[in-house]
């Protein structure tokens, strides 16, 4: 069905989200991970030869001396997200632990409604008490083939904490020690590990999304078909 003035093309939704607050934000961060990031990958190529004086390798050089600032800025604009979502994390690593832990139903209840855009929650699973989960939960439920796999909410639980305590000890590492006692393999385990962890939760979550959406077009489509062929 062609798009009508009623239903806002995903172009239209996008460019009214970006005049939004929390857009605008988030335009402003990406664009600088990407710039400084950018700018700390063309030093370390040696991209700049005018930088490297008296050499690229010597300490007081103009390029280690950048890369050092680009290196804090990025750390900096991590601990944006690390920090600051880290109260919410913890959050839901309690209600995990009453979950897996305790044993108590409650947990996972809390867990499916702080997380129900993509967790669909099994109302066969023992000891749930589907009257506990709000209407858009349980009509997410009637729009999916199957419901999500508890462990994808392991993975994401703790791929966002972990992100938060990775950053936490690259914080450390590179507030608490200068560019020249600093080891450097410090700086790169770090944020490839913060990385690795967030980008895990990010694409469990990405993919719940896909198949649910799909799953429900699928289902309308069938639910179509069906009341054509009763007339």
């Not at 009623?6 to 335009?27: D, R």
């Not at 967030?198 to 289902?219: F, H, P, Q």
Request: charge should be positive; hydrophobic fraction near 45%; proline fraction near 5%.
């Amino acid at each position: 069905m062609a798009p009508t003035t009623q239903q806002p093309t995903k172009t239209q939704a996008f460019l009214h989200w970006t005049l939004t607050p929390l857009g605008i934000f988030t335009i402003i961060y990406g664009l600088n991970i990407i710039a400084w990031g950018g700018m700390l990958f063309l030093l370390i190529c040696n991209a700049a030869p005018a930088m490297c004086h008296p050499s690229c390798s010597a300490e007081n050089s103009p390029r280690q001396i950048w890369i050092e600032i680009d290196s804090q800025i990025l750390n900096a604009l991590f601990c944006v997200t690390g920090f600051g979502l880290a109260p919410w994390r913890i959050r839901d690593v309690h209600y995990w632990c009453r979950w897996r832990l305790a044993g108590s139903m409650t947990g996972l209840t809390r867990l499916s409604q702080t997380h129900d855009g993509w967790f669909v929650l099994d109302s066969q699973y023992p000891g749930m008490d589907m009257s506990s989960i709000d209407a858009d939960s349980v009509e997410l439920l009637k729009g999916c083939t199957s419901p999500t796999p508890l462990w994808k909410m392991d993975a994401v639980v703790w791929g966002n904490m972990l992100n938060t305590v990775f950053q936490v000890c690259l914080a450390v590492c590179m507030w608490a020690m200068n560019r020249f006692t600093r080891p450097s393999w410090t700086t790169g385990l770090f944020v490839c590990l913060a990385c690795l962890v967030g980008a895990v939760a990010g694409v469990v979550v990405w993919l719940e999304k896909r198949r649910c959406r799909l799953s429900k077009v699928s289902c309308k489509l069938s639910s179509d078909s069906d009341s054509v062929e009763k007339v």
